[in-house]
Structures are given as C-alpha cells and as structure tokens.
C-alpha cells in the first residue's frame, strides 16, 4: 500500500489503536520551556506518578525571558518565579535544561533542530503551537495542551485521532527577493487560516526542495496558520547535511544506519492525499499583512481588497486602514526581526546584506533578536554585529521576545511593527499594537527607511 510521509512516521509510533478511533503514539522527544509545564508538573506531584522518561525530554527557558543584561537577576516577578520552578522541576526529575546564559540556550524550536537533537522519522512535541518548525526534517511535530504535556511526562505517549492528509505544491522558479516566509504568507492568503483545519501538512515541489533547512522551518512554522496541526518536508540530502557532526546527532556508523532508513521516509510516489492544493513560483512576490490574522495578506505592490464582511472590517479598523489602501509608504516606528519563525543565521544574513552601508531611520526602533546563543555567537563571528551597530540596529540577546507580549519587549499602543514573527492578532506585541507580519529582506528595508517600500524597486 503507498503510503505519505506522514503516515509513514505516524505509522511507525503507534503502540496501540482502538478500530476506526483513537490510536496511542509513542513521542520520541519531548520539547518544555517555562510556560506551558509548570501545571503538568504539579499534576503529575499531586498524582505521585514520576516522569517515565526524562533523557527523552529536553527544556529551556525562553517566553518569558528578558532578552537585555540576561547576566543580571530577572526584573520581572512572573518570569523570575516561572524561570526558577522550570530549573527545580528539572533538577528535581534529572531532566536536561539550557538555562538563561547556558551557551546553548534559545527559543526551543531554534535551539534543538541546532543541536541535532530534531532528526527524521521522529515524533515531537512540545506545549507551545509552533512545534510545527520541526516538521521541515520530515518529523511529526505538533504543540499540545498543558494536561497532554503531563500525558507524555508520565507515559512518553498520547491518545490521538490521526489528523487527514494534505499537499502543498509549489514548483518553478522564485523571483528575486521573495522568500520563504513570502512563500508561506502567500500560501496562507491563497487558502484562508481554516484551509489546513484536521490536516497535516506536506509541503512538495522544487521550491521547498531547493531550500535551505532554514527556509524550511520558517515554512513548517507557520502552518499553524493555515489551521493545519502540523507540517512537513521530506527529508534529503539538505537535510541529512545539516544533521551531521551536530551535538546529539548519531555519530559514524550510526549515522549512516539513520541515514539510510531516513532516505525511505518520503511519500511514495503512488500515495494519496485528502486534498491537495497547488501553486506556481513565478506568482509569489514579497508579502506583508494588512490585517489582524495571518491569512490577511497581500504582496507589497497590492492595495487592501475591498470586502464586505463584518470581521474584516473590524480588523481594519483595528489597524487603523482602509480598504483599497496601497501600505508603500507606510510610515512605520518599529521593526523586529526574531520569533521561531525568523531568528536563525540566515535571515540575520540576508538583513545585514541589505543594510550594509545604509542607516536605520531616526524614527524607527529597530530590534534584532537571535533565536540562540549559537545564533548570537554566530552573527558576531561573521561581523554581522558590526553591520547592524553601525547602522544604528539594537542587537538584542535570545528569547522570543517581541513576538508576543509576554515579556519585556513590548510595542507600544497604536504603533505598527513589521515583524518577521508569525502571527498579527489583536494585542500580540503589546495591548494595542498593530503588526504587520514580513519577510527579515521587508523588515530590514523598512527599518532603513522609515517606512514600507516595494523592495523589488531595491533590489540589483
């Protein structure tokens, strides 16, 4: 029987299964931070039931922690408090954890695909919904519920529906400045944010092919977006390359032995999908949202459609636009490029090419946020920080930052900020603030000019 990627994986983590009804999934890896686990520790506590496999559980501190002097004790009690139960409920259950300062500390979905603890053919999980990330090394990966992460504590496992199959096509060539995130942006306005809704989704074709391990993760990322539980990319050479010589990788023989059963994963070319939607390259051009979810967006050069729904009218006027609006020449005060979606090397790259020799405008708060210390170590190496500094950037230390109002990076009320984050919901920066989600190449260009330009004008 041919058989997708995804049921492939899914396949081989059923430990049992009730006939046309749930089935049990064994988790090969178990993803905490701060946030989501304090709760499902102190069940577990209540319950007197120990956590049954802590080497299969990795955290680190991330949501909540400040991302200036992370040397000094944290201002904030919330976070100071949720921060220092994570490293006791860690200590206490011999789980591993990369705190605040630890060299390899970061956001979770940056930090561990970095050390090779992600791999193919595994089943992740983690109470935070953009596990997804990890779906771009062909691995099952989901977020789930506070009471399921004390679930896979006490029996590495869950009971779960399988979700339908879904593709995602896109072949041909992309154009000059688009990328991954315009991908997935125009995805996402083409489908609506309930088109992924009890899927799982593969994204198939030359395109996602012919990208990096990073441009995938910032395409797996953001299904969540499309409602989908998760999605994946099949794993390859690209792949394989990226694993190798990582801190938890298989080493030698081992790695050849993982390599060759990863290289079996990929959807067998006779299998089917539940639906199966198709797009072509040439069509996709530089991205930016106008409105309050991430299906609402247009390409650069696009003016605001003109609907009548009473939602969208509500979202713009929250975001204070009109319909028929063009956003070129927007005025904008904020910029941040970070989040799990867009913090790794390559996207501080691809912003500091474009800003070398420029300035940051005087009206713009400008922030750049590593997803890692080994993001952070990176760009200092590869004389990024200097760029950046030069041109008047706030270099930032890890977190998740301003991606969402948790911690101290806040954008203020009534303020736009284009961001390389993955959602723009009503209050998600900050009560009040208005985001407008794009690509590290829109964000870098707006931070230099003060407000939304059409970058394929700037661009050789």
């Known amino acids: 029987m041919p058989k997708t990627l995804f049921d492939k994986v899914w396949d081989a983590h059923v430990v049992d299964a009730i006939e046309n009804g749930p089935q049990v999934l064994y988790i090969d890896k178990h993803l905490i931070h701060e946030v989501t686990s304090p709760q499902a520790f102190n069940e577990l506590e209540q319950r007197k039931i120990p956590v049954f496999r802590p080497n299969q559980i990795v955290a680190t501190a991330d949501h909540n922690t400040p991302t200036l002097n992370q040397h000094l004790p944290v201002k904030d009690e919330l976070s100071r408090k949720q921060l220092k139960k994570l490293s006791e409920n860690c ?36 109470g935070d919904s953009h596990t997804s990330t990890h779906g771009a090394f062909g691995a099952i990966a989901f977020g789930i519920g506070t009471s399921q992460v004390a679930q896979v504590f006490a029996s590495q496992c869950l009971l779960l529906t399988k979700p339908k199959s879904l593709r995602v096509t896109v072949n041909g060539k992309l154009k000059n400045g688009v990328l991954p995130k315009d991908v997935i942006l125009y995805i996402i306005a083409k489908l609506g944010t309930n088109a992924g809704t009890g899927y799982f989704c593969e994204y198939a074709g030359d395109v996602f092919e012919n990208m990096s391990m990073e441009g995938r993760m910032t395409i797996c990322n953001m299904s969540i977006e499309m409602g989908a539980r998760g999605g994946m990319i099949a794993p390859d050479q690209t792949t394989f390359d990226y694993v190798k010589g990582r801190e938890f990788a298989p080493k030698g023989e081992k790695f050849e032995k993982k390599v060759a059963y990863w290289k079996t994963l990929p959807t067998d070319k006779a299998a089917t999908f539940d639906q199966e ?43 204070n636009f009109k319909k028929g609006e063009s956003l070129i020449d927007k005025p904008i005060n904020f910029v941040f490029i970070g989040s799990c979606t867009n913090s790794r090397i390559e996207d501080f790259r691809v912003a500091a090419n474009y800003i070398k020799g420029k300035q940051k405008a005087d009206n713009v708060t400008a922030w750049l946020v590593p997803g890692s210390k080994q993001v952070e170590t990176q760009i200092e190496d590869e004389g990024l920080k200097a760029i950046f500094i030069e041109a008047g ?25 284009v961001s390389t984050s993955n959602r723009n919901f009503e209050g998600r920066q900050g009560q009040g603030s208005r985001t407008i989600l794009a690509s590290p190449l829109i964000a870098a260009a707006t931070a230099v000019e003060g407000k939304i330009v059409d970058i394929t004008k700037r661009l050789n």
């Open 393 to 417: 950037f706030e270099l930032r230390q890890p977190g998740c930052s301003a991606c969402l109002a948790m911690n101290d990076d806040k954008i203020p009320q009534g303020e736009y900020c």
């Open 91 to 126: 200590k206490k259950n011999n789980i591993t954890l990369y705190e605040l300062g630890n060299q390899y500390n970061g956001i979770v979905h940056v930090m561990t695909p970095e050390l090779g603890v992600t791999q193919p053919g595994m089943t992740i999980v983690c």
């Open 277 to 319: 939607y198709r797009f072509d390259a040439t069509d996709i051009e530089p991205m930016v949202t106008y409105g309050t979810n991430p299906g609402m967006g247009i390409k650069v050069t696009e003016n605001i459609p003109n609907l009548d729904d009473t939602s969208f009218e509500k979202s713009l006027k929250y975001m």
